[in-house]
């Protein structure tokens, strides 16, 4: 019986493991951070009137509707008020460094008939990696900027025309014209 573990563990450890299809380039850390405050944020003194009430007394009573004449909310603090700008100030670098195939995406036929859907990551540098779903099934998709390939589907040529793309999709050896929108 040992034996048995000791050939079904050798057979283990001699096994390769093939990487994942899907990853065809080392990580790397990303061209623009997250937003990483500085060593002083939230420590420094509050200017004009933040030295006022930060947070309301509990309710003692029911107030009306009518006399209530204060906001609903407290503004924001200057330390929320930095971190929100801060994080929004990211996306938007991020969004201006992603490539043009970056997102969400559909394609569809000469006649706007929905093929397939699909996500596509794009960094702006190196290949395009993602997925498609559709009535067959789904799996990645991978594009080099000219060419968009459904892996077990087919092969799409890809030429930018305004938000969009088009191209010839060959599926089977047959090709037909397709286009790549963004969904509503």
């Known amino acids: 019986m040992s034996g048995f573990i000791v050939l079904a563990l050798a057979g283990l450890l001699m096994q390769d493991a093939a990487p ?9 850390a990303p061209v623009i951070r997250p937003f990483e405050p500085g060593r002083n944020f939230g420590r420094e003194p509050a200017q004009g009137d ?14 009306v509707v009518e006399a209530y004449v204060r906001s609903y909310e407290f503004t924001p603090s200057d330390v929320e008020a930095a971190y929100e700008q801060g994080v929004a100030s990211a996306e938007i670098r991020a969004d201006q460094a992603a490539g043009g195939l970056d997102g969400v995406w559909r394609l569809v036929d000469a006649t706007g008939r929905t093929l397939y859907d699909l996500v596509l990551s794009d960094s702006g540098v190196g290949p395009v990696e993602g997925g498609w779903r559709g009535p067959a099934g789904w799996g990645p998709a991978t594009s080099d900027g000219t060419t968009l390939t459904l892996e077990g589907v087919g092969v799409m040529t890809l030429q930018r025309t305004g938000n969009s793309w088009r191209g010839q999709l060959t599926v089977d050896g047959r090709a037909g014209a397709a286009s790549l929108i963004r969904p509503n």
Do not use: C, F, I, M
């Open 20 to 28: 994942h299809p899907s990853t065809q380039a080392a990580y790397q």
């Open 50 to 63: 933040a030295d006022g009430e930060l947070y309301r007394r509990p309710l003692e009573a029911p107030v």
